[in-house]
């Protein structure tokens, strides 16, 4: 079984930025990948940013040049850095292990999440 713990969230003020960590332990063969999801209040959860087992990377438009999602497999460490940060990326933020349902990628173990909060 795999187990997802992120860290990193905070609060920072509109431009700042900040760097999420997610720590991966456990295996599971069927893997596609990793993601980064968010979910502000009253809202579902989108998500931010994925990587596949290749390191294919994916971004939401609202993040893309601003967000870079990376993983370090020695560390088996999944990271989000966060920069030009905007109130409206205020939300907690999961990362998320995927893998294969059928022929879809999908994301199955979640973390605990993180709150990330930005400020005007």
């Known amino acids: 079984q795999v187990q997802l713990v992120e860290s990193g969230g905070g609060s920072v003020q509109a431009g700042g930025s900040l760097k999420l960590s997610c720590a991966v332990s456990g295996y599971i063969a069927n893997s596609c990948g990793m993601g980064w999801y968010r979910q502000a209040p009253g809202e579902g959860r989108d998500v931010v940013s994925t990587?596949?087992?290749?390191?294919?990377?994916t971004y939401a438009d609202s993040v893309r040049g601003r967000f870079t999602i990376s993983q370090d497999n020695t560390k088996n460490t999944l990271y989000l850095q966060m920069t030009s940060l905007k109130t409206e990326d205020t939300a907690v933020y999961y990362c998320?292990?995927?893998?294969?349902?059928?022929?879809?990628?999908?994301?199955?173990?979640w973390g605990q999440g993180t709150q990330v909060t930005v400020s005007s």
């Open positions: 990587i596949t087992t290749h390191g294919t990377t």
């Open positions: 998320a292990f995927r893998e294969f349902i059928g022929m879809t990628c999908t994301p199955t173990i």
